[in-house]
C-alpha cells in the first residue's frame, strides 16, 4: 500500500531518511478477535484497511534513551455497534510512558491499567495525552472521517500484543444510538 499519509513535517526534518521510516497497514483480517461482534465481523471484507502506521526510528530499537515517532491513520467505520480501532498494546518494558496527540479527525483514546480498570479520552485535532507506564492503549475513530493522530514512545519501550491479544480490554466502545460508550 503506497498511499499512506505522511504530513510534509516529517520530510522537512533533516533527521528522517527513508531508512529510519516504517509503514505498516492493518487490514480487517488481522484484528480477527478483537471485535465483539463476530456475525458483523466475518460479513465484512477482511482486506479492507482500518489503519496505517508510519514509524519514524532515528535509533535501533531496544537503545535506551531513545525516541520513536509515529503517525496513525485510522479509517472510520465500525463492526457491528463497536468503532474501528487499533489492536492496543502494553509496552514491553512495562513502566515506559508515551505521548498521543490529536492530528486530524475525532476519536477516543481508551486505556486500561494493570487491574484492567478502562478509561477513555476524546481525541481531536490538538488533544494531547500522557500515557502511563503499565496502562495499555488503543485508539477508536468514532466519527466519519479519517482520524489521524501522533506519538512519540521510547525507542526501548517495546510493544506487547500478546497480552491484549488473549485477554482484551475491559470495555469496547460502542455506538449505542449516536453515543459512543463505554461498555
Ligand atoms: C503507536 C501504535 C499505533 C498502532 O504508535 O503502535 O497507533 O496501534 P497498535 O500498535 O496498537 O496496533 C504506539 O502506541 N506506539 O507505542
Ligand atoms: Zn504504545
Redesign the pocket.
Known amino acids: 500500500v503506497d498511499n499512506i499519509y505522511v504530513p510534509e513535517v516529517f520530510f522537512t526534518n533533516n533527521c528522517l531518511t527513508g531508512e529510519n521510516v516504517v509503514k505498516s497497514t492493518?487490514l480487517l483480517g488481522d484484528l480477527d478477535g478483537v471485535f465483539q461482534d463476530k456475525d458483523a465481523f466475518e460479513q465484512m471484507d477482511r482486506d479492507r484497511i482500518i489503519?496505517q502506521?508510519s514509524?519514524f526510528l532515528p535509533v535501533v530499537e531496544n537503545t535506551p534513551g531513545g525516541l520513536f515517532m509515529?503517525i496513525?491513520l485510522l479509517y472510520p467505520g465500525k463492526v457491528g455497534q463497536e468503532f474501528f480501532m487499533?489492536?492496543?498494546?502494553f509496552?514491553t518494558n512495562s513502566n515506559r510512558a508515551?505521548f498521543y496527540w490529536g492530528v486530524e479527525g475525532e476519536g477516543m483514546l481508551i486505556l486500561m491499567d494493570e487491574q484492567r480498570n478502562v478509561w477513555a479520552e476524546r481525541m481531536f485535532p490538538g488533544s494531547l495525552h500522557y500515557i502511563p507506564g503499565k496502562v495499555a492503549?488503543?485508539?477508536a475513530n468514532i466519527g466519519y472521517q479519517k482520524l489521524v493522530f501522533s506519538?512519540c514512545?521510547p525507542s526501548d519501550?517495546g510493544?506487547d500484543y500478546a497480552t491484549i491479544a488473549a485477554e482484551g480490554f475491559a470495555r469496547s466502545l460502542m455506538d449505542v444510538n449516536g453515543v459512543p460508550t463505554l461498555l
Open positions: 492493518r489503519y502506521v514509524s509515529g496513525t487499533t489492536k492496543g498494546h509496552h508515551e492503549h488503543r485508539v506519538a514512545w519501550a510493544h
